[in-house]
């Protein structure tokens, strides 16, 4: 066995018993252990950890640690992200938060029947974003891009994305299907109208649809409300 000690940066503070939060502690570590294993069975996934520094030097996480080393682990720091890089795979339990990234324009895979494997292999091969509440996952070896999601909410979730990839200048709004994920494309009210409630018929001119699934979409009162969530967020970071 081997002893390391560990800080910590406030920020990952949720991920550690409250006894190693703030403060340096030693611990034991097997002899083979690197500073990824010992970080993440400390309980902060890999994804959510920035450039470590060991014994005060830049380290990487398949270090393998020595007795003594002392270890400082920062937070992950904000990114603004190429629109073509985000690209997100959401786990079954943020179907929610997948819906509004699709509202925003980001291309965002979701199934609620998906399990953690399909994750992360998806996540490997495509190189997708993922997108969790579950800490175990994000700890798997092939998600090499991750984001754990703390906010319950879904609103709140969106917020939460967007400050930490810095999405904002990227969006594309309502240019995606919330269902299929996959491009609208405008159509002539002619085409659609014999599906429209009377009201919409009468009201509005300008019509989206999907052709995978054949939805049809207008800027009702369920768009005015997505669109002031993303004059909002567009605010946030301008």
Same mark, same amino acid.
């Given at each position: 066995?081997?002893?390391?000690?560990?800080?910590?940066?406030?920020?990952?503070?949720?991920?550690l018993?409250?006894?190693h939060?703030?403060?340096?502690?030693?611990v034991?570590?097997?002899r083979?252990?690197?500073?990824?294993?010992?970080?993440e069975a400390?309980?902060?996934p890999?994804?959510?950890?920035?450039?470590?520094?060991?014994?005060?030097?830049?380290?990487?996480?398949?270090?393998l640690?020595?007795?003594?080393d002392s270890?400082?682990?920062?937070?992950?720091?904000?990114?603004?992200?190429?629109?073509?890089? &985000?690209r997100?795979? +959401?786990? =079954?339990?943020l179907? #929610?938060?997948?819906? !509004?990234? @699709?509202?925003?324009?980001?291309?965002?895979?979701?199934?609620?029947?998906?399990?953690? &494997?399909?994750?992360? +292999?998806? =996540?490997?091969?495509? #190189?997708?974003?993922? !997108?969790? @509440?579950?800490?175990?996952?994000l700890?798997?070896?092939?998600?090499?891009?991750?984001?754990?999601v703390?906010?319950?909410?879904?609103?709140?979730?969106?917020?939460?994305?967007?400050? @930490?990839?810095g999405?904002a200048?990227?969006?594309?709004?309502?240019?995606l299907?919330?269902?299929?994920?996959?491009?609208?494309?405008?159509?002539p009210?002619?085409?659609?109208?014999?599906?429209?409630?009377?009201?919409?018929?009468?009201?509005?001119t300008?019509f989206?649809t999907?052709?995978?699934?054949?939805?049809?979409?207008?800027?009702g009162?369920?768009w005015r409300?997505?669109?002031?969530?993303?004059?909002?967020?567009?605010?946030?970071?301008?």
């Amino acid at each position: 066995m081997v002893t390391a000690t560990f800080l910590f940066d406030e920020a990952l503070n949720p991920f550690l018993p409250r006894e190693h939060r703030g403060l340096a502690f030693a611990v034991p570590c097997a002899r083979a252990a690197t500073v990824k294993h010992m970080v993440e069975a400390l309980g902060v996934p890999h994804t959510e950890v920035g450039d470590i520094a060991v014994n005060g030097a830049p380290a990487s996480l398949e270090l393998l640690l020595e007795d003594g080393d002392s270890v400082v682990v920062p937070a992950v720091a904000p990114v603004v992200l190429p629109r073509a890089e &985000a690209r997100f795979i +959401a786990d =079954a339990h943020l179907g #929610g938060l997948a819906r !509004l990234l @699709r509202m925003a324009g980001f291309d965002t895979l979701y199934d609620n029947e998906i399990d953690d &494997a399909e994750v992360e +292999a998806n =996540a490997r091969e495509a #190189g997708r974003i993922a !997108l969790t @509440r579950d800490r175990e996952l994000l700890k798997r070896r092939g998600v090499l891009r991750g984001a754990y999601v703390h906010a319950l909410k879904p609103a709140q979730q969106l917020r939460e994305v967007f400050a @930490r990839y810095g999405l904002a200048a990227a969006m594309r709004p309502f240019s995606l299907c919330l269902a299929c994920n996959v491009p609208l494309r405008k159509v002539p009210k002619a085409q659609v109208e014999e599906e429209l409630p009377p009201s919409v018929r009468a009201t509005q001119t300008d019509f989206l649809t999907c052709d995978r699934c054949g939805g049809v979409f207008w800027q009702g009162s369920h768009w005015r409300r997505m669109r002031a969530l993303l004059d909002e967020l567009d605010g946030r970071q301008s």
